[in-house]
């Protein structure tokens, strides 16, 4: 189990802030959901804890300074899913998962590799087929199923729903779910705002690198911020848009002056 807190977090491209200020927390055992629009800074704030790319502010595990490089903070017991699960596709299913597993020693990582097999039993079917033939949804299995090779104690996903079909979605899901559950603390973004906060613990709303909204999922789901902005949220009677990105292209008309 893991804590994950983040202060003032900070990333900027050239003279661009991308991520601004960014204070939140991830306790032990939690789903936390990071939400937010297109282009709000949700990988970019993934990748900075991840040690992906440089960081401003200060990063904490259990209390502790996060590591800034990426093999440290895999050794420090963090994983991350990343944006297009990043496969090695000429390689089959059970190659992919040793490879998540290089850090762990030899021994344990056939043990892990079994393990592995009774959390994701229909990757247990597959175990020859080549990672690059699996559909989908398969294929993303396969990148959480690799990301807890080495048994990490704060697990990230970038949007592991995308593109998937709706059952699909709800089966990974749940795995997140049960991951937490087993022990795992969460960080998850979505852009399926409404399933991520039926399995979230709490959630995070991101837009233009701050973070603008937070609380605990159920109420989220009920908030106005989200219900307008991803929601579909009743009709609006001055402009009368009803979609997602139509509600958070008026909030921002309303921000700008
Ligand atoms: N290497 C880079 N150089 C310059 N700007 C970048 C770079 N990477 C990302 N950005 C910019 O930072 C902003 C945030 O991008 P980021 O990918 O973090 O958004 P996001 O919230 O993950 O969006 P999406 O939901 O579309 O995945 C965007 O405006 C993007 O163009
Ligand atoms: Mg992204």
């Known amino acids: 189990m893991s804590e994950l807190r983040t202060v003032s977090l900070k990333k900027r491209y050239r003279a661009r802030t991308v991520v601004q200020d960014v204070s939140l927390s991830v306790k032990s055992g939690e789903v936390v959901g990071l939400l937010g629009p297109n282009g709000a800074g949700k990988t970019t704030l993934l990748k900075a804890l991840n040690g992906l790319i440089p960081r401003g502010g200060s990063v904490l595990l259990d209390g502790a300074e996060m590591p800034e490089k990426t093999h440290e903070i895999v050794q420090a017991g963090v994983a991350l899913v990343p944006e297009g699960r990043q496969l090695f596709p000429q390689l089959t299913v059970a190659e992919n998962l040793e490879l998540g597993g290089w850090l762990v020693p030899k021994a344990q990582r056939a043990e892990r590799l079994a393990q592995a097999f009774v959390d994701f039993p229909k990757l247990k079917e597959r175990a020859t087929q080549l990672a690059g033939t699996m559909s989908g ?11 807890m090779m080495c048994a990490p104690r704060l697990l990230m996903l970038d949007e592991p729903s995308l593109g ?8 990974l899901l749940t795995i997140v779910r049960r991951i937490a559950d087993a022990g795992t603390t969460v960080l998850m973004v979505e852009q399926n705002v409404k399933k991520a906060l039926t399995v979230a613990d709490r959630g995070y709303v991101m837009e233009r690198g701050t973070l603008v909204a937070s609380g605990p999922a159920k109420l989220l789901a009920r908030s106005t911020v989200i219900r307008e ?7 609006d009677p001055a402009t009368g848009t009803t979609s997602a990105a139509d509600a958070v292209r008026r909030r921002k008309a309303v921000a700008t002056p």
Request: aromatic share 4%; proline share 4%.
């Open 137 to 147: 949804g398969e294929q993303q299995m396969v990148a959480v199923a690799r990301a």
């Open 164 to 171: 998937l079909a709706p059952k699909m979605v709800d089966e």
């Open 229 to 235: 902005a991803y929601l579909g949220a009743d009709k």
